[in-house]
C-alpha cells in the first residue's frame, strides 16, 4: 500500500512537471545513406532501312533590269516547273516554294554603285516516293530553267522510322545488359538495381552516288544518275547498375 502511495506520488509530480515546462525534448538521431557505388554499361543497336522518301532542293536564279521582268521570268519558270512534276506523277502536296528573295543589283565600276537590275532567288522543295523517278525531276527541272538542284536527301517516313528505332534499341538494351552481366561475373562484382537509363539516337545515310552534274540545264546526252543508298539508325543505350 505504501508503495502504491509512492508511484502514485511521482506520477503526479511528472505530470506537474509536464504542465508547468511543456514536454520534455526529445532526441533522435537521424542518418541517411546514399549509394555511390554505380556500374554502368553501354550497349549499341542498329538497323538499315532503304530510305523511302527523297527530298530534292530546286533553285532558281533571275536577273532583268526591272522587279517586273524578273518577276514575270521567275513566276513564268516556277509555273513551267510545277506543271511538269504534275505531269510526272508528283502531288500538289510535296511540291512546295521554301524561298523567295528579290534583290537589286549594282555596278560599283563607276564607284557609285547604282542599282543595274533586280534578281529573284526562290527554290522549290520537292518529295519523291518513287525513286524511279528521281532522274526525271531533276532533269526536267533543269530544262525548265532551275539552275541549281541541291540537298538532295533520303529518308524514311515518320511510322517507318519508329519501327526501325524500337528494333535498334531492343537490340542496345539486350546488349548492354548482357554485357553488364559477364563483366560482371569476370570482375566479381555483384549487381543491384538498374538505377538508370541514357539513350543517344545517331541516324546516318550512306552515301548517295551522282554520275553526272546536278546544275546548269540538262542537255539530250546528259541524264543525272541518283542511288539512295541505305538509312542506318544507330542507338546507344547507357545502363547504370547499384553494386551490392
Known amino acids: 500500500m505504501k508503495r502504491c502511495g509512492q508511484i502514485l506520488l511521482i506520477s503526479l509530480a511528472i505530470l ?139 529518308s524514311v517516313n515518320d511510322d517507318k522510322l519508329k519501327e526501325l528505332q524500337k528494333q535498334a534499341r531492343e537490340e542496345a538494351v539486350k546488349q548492354a545488359k548482357q554485357k553488364a552481366q559477364d563483366l560482371a561475373n569476370v570482375s566479381g562484382l555483384k549487381l543491384g538495381k538498374l538505377i538508370d537509363v541514357q539513350e543517344a539516337t545517331t541516324p546516318s545515310i550512306r552515301p548517295l552516288y551522282l554520275n553526272a552534274a546536278t546544275t546548269g540545264k540538262a542537255t539530250d546526252q546528259e541524264e543525272t544518275k541518283v542511288a539512295p543508298g541505305e538509312q542506318e539508325i544507330k542507338i546507344s543505350i547507357t545502363l547504370s547498375y547499384e553494386t551490392l
Open 16 to 154: 506537474a512537471l509536464l504542465k508547468f515546462f511543456g514536454p520534455l525534448p526529445l532526441s533522435v538521431n537521424s542518418i541517411i545513406t546514399n549509394k555511390t557505388n554505380v556500374f554502368s554499361v553501354s550497349g549499341e543497336g542498329s538497323v538499315t532501312a532503304v530510305p523511302d522518301t527523297a527530298t530534292i532542293n530546286l533553285g532558281i536564279t533571275i536577273s532583268k533590269p526591272t522587279v517586273k521582268e524578273a518577276q514575270t521570268e521567275a513566276n513564268l519558270t516556277i509555273k513551267k516547273i510545277q506543271e511538269d512534276l504534275k505531269k510526272l506523277g508528283i502531288p500538289d502536296k510535296n511540291i512546295k516554294t521554301i524561298n523567295y528573295n528579290l534583290n537589286p543589283t549594282y555596278d560599283w565600276s563607276s564607284g557609285k554603285g547604282g542599282i543595274t537590275g533586280y534578281q529573284i532567288n526562290t527554290n522549290l522543295e520537292v518529295k519523291v516516293t518513287d525513286f524511279d523517278k528521281i532522274n526525271e525531276v531533276i532533269d526536267i527541272a533543269t530544262a525548265d530553267g532551275a539552275n541549281l538542284v541541291g540537298n538532295l536527301q533520303f
